[in-house]
């Protein structure tokens, strides 16, 4: 009898946590892999061939990044975006074999599957029904958040976003929280753009602080930044800049 308890409870739990999963909520599918010595030429063939075979649609399309600054400098990241629940239903053992069969040869390191969430509060300019070709740089900020600092963690992020609406910008900002294959409390700010100098420099009356304190009151820019900084963990805040890798991309 106490086993049966148990196995019931255990099976409530599961249905409760699965239930929490949000059917409307948009996810991203990320990878990272490192060339063996010599062989990057020849990974980026492969990889370009996987891609061309098995992510020609929407649905199916994969993008490459290369990192051009910081510890992972070399190494590739391929994105998928905007998968709903279902997606990670179907069947892709074929896909997955290939991948093995004839691109993973040429890796010396590679990491798994990392699902990430949309998060709204804190993206700006990102419409998932026109999102449109993907952008030649993407600057990646990757925070570790304290587990009990999440709440003024998201405050400086959704806050943040809009005063930068506020202030005209136009480039696509999204905010994502990772769901599955790591820390929880990590979060990733994405910024694309096509340019390094900048194209849409502009006048403004007042300072990022002081648009920040009109939108929010007086003295919030001083409160939110401090609990934002007490927010992350010591090694809390990465930044890196990635390139688009054209050839191992889903055509446009």
Sequence with gaps: ?????????????SASMFSQ????????NTWQYTAKEGMQE?????????TAMFNTTPETAIVTYRFITGPNSGSYMRIEARKSPADYDKDRSAEG???RDNVSKYVSNGGGQLRWQLLNNGSLNYDPKNPGSPSKYVRMVTFNVKADHIGP??????????????????????LFRLH????RNQFIVATAYESHKRTDVREHENSWGEDYNELFGWGTVEEDGKNFDAALEYWGEQIETLELVPAMSTKM
């Design 42 to 50: 020849k990974f980026e063939d492969a990889a370009a061939k996987k």
């Design 153 to 174: 963690f998201r405050r400086w992020m959704y806050r943040s976003s809009k005063v930068a609406e506020k202030r005209g910008n136009t480039n696509p900002r999204m």
């Design 21 to 28: 999963r949000n059917d409307n909520s948009e996810y991203w």
């Design 97 to 99: 074999k290939y991948w």
């Design 1 to 13: 009898m106490k086993k049966l308890v148990v196995v019931s409870m255990v099976l409530c739990l």
């Design 180 to 183: 599955s294959g790591g820390n």
